[in-house]
Each structure stands twice: as structure tokens, then as C-alpha cells.
């Protein structure tokens, strides 16, 4: 059995972690501890509707279940009805319409070039619209993350960001460190670490 490191960390470390960036002067979160696995599961916290396994088999996360048109042209996702933003606002599926249509729009992350719209057709149900078959689709949804409609600016979000996930933003230093705190109101399993810490140093 090869060593646990963050077996390792829990005993000696306790409920606090340091993770230290080397590089360049950052300025905005989304460039931080891209090599950090830690800190790139729990900085960028916008979930995503479903994720895959180590087998590579797509599982739920915000989704519940889908399913898929006949000619591969209409997906539909229901989702969970239990989940909070960092923010205290509770997520829906007019949120994920946004969130898709935003990214379509900007072009940014999964290539979403054959979704014609992104509908939330209730609460908790959202309808995706394709412009040409496309049975590749569901890999895209794994890829967007959910972020709120309401308080959403494309030009201010990496300063302040807002998710759904185990951690949310707490404090940011602008070339010194990022603080994340502990989501309470997160969905899934508690994460074991109260607070992290993101240290950027130069090399």
C-alpha cells in the first residue's frame, strides 16, 4: 500500500491546510494552484450537473437524472432541490440555463456550439436544445459549472466567486493568498479541512 499524503496531512496537520503557489504574481483566483490538486478541486467551486468516476462513468452531482431524445437532439436534466449557493441563494434550473447560455455566449470552457438554448422548464428541470444530433452532448455535462443568475458579472466573478461547493471564498490577498472556508451549507460530504490557505510565492 503506497503512502496516504493526506491521511498524513489529517494527523500532523490538522483542520487547517497551507498549500504554496510558486510563480508569477497572481490576480485573479482562476489562475491559482492549477498544479495543486487540492486546491483545483476545492477553489474552483461552481458544481457541475453530473461528474465522472474513476471508471470514466458519468455520475450525478447537481443532476438527479437525464435523459436523451431519440435523435440525440433534446436532453433533459432534473436536479437536486436541496442546494445552496455561498451566497445563501438557493440553486435552480433557471440558474443552470444561465450558466449554460452564458458560456455558449462567451465561448468559454466545453464547446457548447451545437446547444441551440438552454430552457429551465421547472424548479428543478432544464431542457436542452440542440441545433443537430449530437450524442456527445453528455460529456458536457460535466463541464459547466453552475453559477448564480442573479449575481453573476462576467468582468467581476474571479474576485468574488460564488459557487456550490465543499468550500467557498473567503479572503484574497491580492500576489500573497487566497483564503477558502469550509462550505456548511455544501450538499455533499463535509470536507475534513475547516479553512485553506493558498500562499503565492515567487521562485
Wanted: proline residues 2%; hydrophobic residues 30%.
Amino acid at each position: 500500500m503506497g503512502f496516504d499524503y493526506y491521511a498524513w496531512m489529517k494527523r500532523h496537520v490538522g483542520h487547517h491546510i497551507n498549500c504554496v503557489y510558486y510563480g508569477d504574481s497572481v490576480n485573479d483566483p482562476d489562475d491559482v494552484c492549477i498544479e495543486c490538486e487540492t486546491c483545483n478541486e476545492v477553489l474552483f467551486s461552481a458544481e457541475t450537473l453530473c461528474l465522472e468516476d474513476k471508471d470514466n462513468n458519468f455520475v450525478n452531482d447537481l443532476a438527479t437524472d437525464y435523459s436523451i431524445s431519440s435523435d440525440y437532439k433534446t436532453y433533459t436534466v432534473n436536479i437536486r432541490d436541496d442546494v445552496k449557493f455561498t451566497d445563501g441563494s438557493k440553486l435552480t434550473a433557471k440558474d443552470v440555463a444561465f450558466s449554460y447560455n452564458t458560456a455558449k455566449e462567451f465561448g468559454e470552457g466545453a464547446d457548447l456550439s451545437s446547444m441551440t438554448e438552454a430552457k429551465a422548464t421547472s424548479d428543478t428541470q432544464i431542457e436542452f436544445t440542440l441545433d443537430k444530433a449530437d450524442s456527445t452532448f453528455i460529456n458536457k455535462l460535466t463541464d459547466v459549472g453552475i453559477v448564480p443568475e442573479a449575481n453573476y458579472n462576467n468582468e467581476t466573478y474571479g474576485q468574488n466567486p460564488i459557487g456550490s461547493g465543499p468550500y467557498k471564498f473567503s479572503q484574497w490577498d491580492k500576489g500573497q493568498q487566497v483564503i477558502l472556508e469550509r462550505n456548511d451549507d455544501y450538499y455533499g460530504k463535509k470536507p475534513y479541512y475547516s479553512k485553506i490557505t493558498n500562499l503565492f510565492l515567487d521562485r
